[in-house]
C-alpha cells in the first residue's frame, strides 16, 4: 500500500525552515528557475498576485529588478509565510493565509500574476479554474506565469500514472478530495498549454526549461 499522504499545510510548515535549501537541490536547475523568472516580469509593473508564494524563493530576483512593486502572497502554510515575512520585511508585501483555490484574491486586479513550484499539486479540473480566475485579475496584457513541475516529454501515460496513483491514495486511506494533501500531479506540457487557451489567454509559450521544470508565459 502506499505510504498515506500528508495533508499539505501540515506538510510544508514542518519543513519551512529547511524548504530553500531543500529546493534548490531537488528542483531541476536549481535557482536558474527562480531567477529567470524576473526576466519576463515588465519593468512598468505595479502589482504582482504570488499564487503558493511559499517562502519567496523567486521574489528576490523579483525585488532585485523592481524595488517597489506590491506584492500580494497566498499560502496556506503559516510558517512558509512567516519566512518569508523575515526575508523580506522592508518590502511592500501583503500576505494571505489561504488556499488559493477556494481563497478570496481581493478586489485588485495585478500586472503580472505568478506561481511556482505549486500547481502540480492541482487536478487538472482544479487547474483550469484557477487559471480562469488568474486571467479574469489581469487586464488586457497582463501576463501569467507558471514556473512548475510539468512533463516535459508529454509523455500523457506519466501523466495518466500520477492521477492514477492520487486517486488510489486517496481511495486506500479514506481521504477526502476536497482537502489538499501532498500529492504530485504534473500535466504535459502539451495540456498545461491547452488549458491555459482554454481559460482565455491569446498567446501561451515555453520560455525556460530545464528537464520538468518548465516556465510558460501565457499573455491575455
Not at 486586479?109 to 506561481?115: E, G, K, Q, R
Not at 487586464?139 to 510539468?150: L, T
Not at 516529454?153 to 479514506?174: C, E, P, R
Request: glycine residues 6%; contains cysteine.
Amino acid at each position: 500500500m502506499t505510504k498515506r499522504p500528508e495533508a499539505m499545510a501540515a506538510f510544508f510548515n514542518d519543513r519551512a525552515t529547511i524548504y530553500d535549501q531543500q529546493q534548490l537541490i531537488n528542483a531541476d536547475g536549481g535557482i536558474e528557475g527562480y531567477q529567470r523568472l524576473a526576466d519576463f516580469i515588465p519593468t512598468a509593473t505595479n502589482q504582482i498576485l504570488d499564487l503558493g508564494c511559499g517562502t519567496g524563493l523567486e521574489l528576490a530576483a523579483i525585488f532585485a529588478k523592481l524595488p517597489t512593486v506590491k506584492v500580494t502572497g497566498i499560502d496556506l502554510a503559516t510558517n512558509m509565510l512567516a519566512q518569508l515575512r523575515k526575508k523580506y520585511a522592508d518590502r511592500n508585501i501583503q500576505l494571505i493565509n489561504a488556499d488559493y483555490l477556494q481563497a478570496d484574491w481581493g478586489p485588485t486586479n495585478f500586472d503580472v500574476v505568478i506561481t511556482v513550484m505549486s500547481l502540480h499539486h492541482f487536478t487538472t479540473t482544479e487547474k483550469l479554474t484557477i487559471y480562469e480566475r488568474v486571467f479574469q485579475k489581469l487586464p488586457v496584457g497582463g501576463r501569467f506565469i507558471n514556473c512548475d513541475y510539468m512533463i516535459g516529454n508529454n509523455d500523457q501515460t506519466q501523466a495518466d500514472s500520477f492521477a492514477k496513483a492520487q486517486q488510489q491514495a486517496l481511495t486506500a486511506y479514506h481521504l477526502d478530495d476536497q482537502h489538499r494533501y501532498h500529492l504530485d500531479t504534473p500535466l504535459t506540457v502539451k495540456t498545461e498549454q491547452h488549458l491555459l487557451r482554454q481559460a482565455g489567454f491569446a498567446a501561451v509559450q515555453q520560455v525556460w526549461s530545464n528537464h520538468n521544470n518548465v516556465m510558460l508565459l501565457a499573455e491575455k
